[in-house]
């Protein structure tokens, strides 16, 4: 059995790294890849993040190979470096985000600018392998306790995994309970091939007699009219 790596880890220093690393590139322009968010950076920019996110893992993980092995995380590393050039701010950060998640340490990770990302205003919560609308902003409360079947023609069942690589998770009840954060999120839907833009995306609702609605919704950074179900 591998060594499992002990609760010091609590104190991470991946936590704010994406959020210090975007403000750090100031207020330039943007595009569909980032949701509004600036990316000015060049490749060594990216590769000197990527040297910090590896050096630190090293120096602070108690165990980083516990789950991992080292040859298969410098090949993994190396993959990461080559392909940073052709990749925008979020989707480096976003696959930085999978890469710490491949650890296996659910206590280990980089965090996404979350509050800075455009949002779909539509939250789910996992009954089985059923997504239930649980929260939703007020112009869409006529969905709440309805199933989320699927967005853009991606049935719902399958984006749970798929949410997953951002966060490692040591049991399927903690994985449910993470997933939605993720899956409401347009950049990681973008960047998983769910939708093709962060702006919209068709959501597919069914209703309580099984009745189906499909309603186009766009997505906003700042979402300010949650309605949580009773």
Same mark, same amino acid.
């Given at each position: %059995? ?9 104190? /991470? /220093? ?20 980032? &949701? ?23 120096? +602070?993980?108690?165990?980083? $190979?516990?789950?991992? @092995?080292? @040859? ?14 052709? %990749?925008?701010?979020?989707? $480096?950060? +976003?696959?930085?985000?999978? /890469?710490? &998640? ?13 509050? &800075? ?7 789910? *919560? *996992? ?5 239930? #609308? ?5 112009? $869409?409360?006529? /969905? =709440? ?16 995994? =798929?949410? %997953?690589?951002?966060?490692? !998770?040591?049991?399927? !009840? *903690? ?6 954060? !993720? ?21 597919? $609702? ?8 499909? #309603? ?9 009219? *949650?309605?949580?179900?009773?």
């Amino acid at each position: %059995m591998p060594s499992r790596p002990t609760p010091t880890l609590i104190r /991470f /220093f991946l936590v704010g790294l994406t959020l210090l690393a975007l403000s750090a590139c100031g207020s330039g322009g943007s595009d569909a890849g980032t &949701a509004g968010l600036p990316q000015p950076s060049s490749q060594g920019y990216k590769l000197d993040e990527l040297d910090f996110v590896d050096s630190e893992l090293r120096r +602070l993980h108690p165990d980083l $190979f516990f789950n991992k @092995s080292e @040859s298969t995380y410098q090949a993994d590393l190396q993959t990461y470096r080559a392909a940073s050039d052709s %990749m925008t701010d979020m989707q $480096f950060r +976003l696959e930085m985000a999978k /890469f710490v &998640a491949e650890l296996g340490d659910q206590h280990t990770y980089v965090a996404l600018p979350v509050s &800075a990302l455009k949002k779909f205003p539509i939250k789910v *919560w *996992w009954v089985g392998d059923r997504a239930i #609308v649980i929260e939703t902003s007020d112009q $869409f409360r006529a /969905f =709440l306790g309805h199933e989320l079947m699927d967005i853009d023609g991606r049935p719902l069942f399958e984006l749970k995994d =798929l949410a %997953m690589q951002y966060l490692a !998770y040591e049991n399927p !009840y *903690w994985r449910d309970a993470l997933a939605p954060q !993720y899956i409401h999120l347009a950049d990681v839907l973008v960047n998983e091939g769910v939708t093709t833009s962060v702006d919209d995306a068709t959501f597919v $609702f069914q209703g309580i007699e099984g009745e189906l609605t499909s #309603v186009n919704i766009r997505s906003r950074v700042n979402i300010d009219d *949650w309605v949580r179900i009773e």
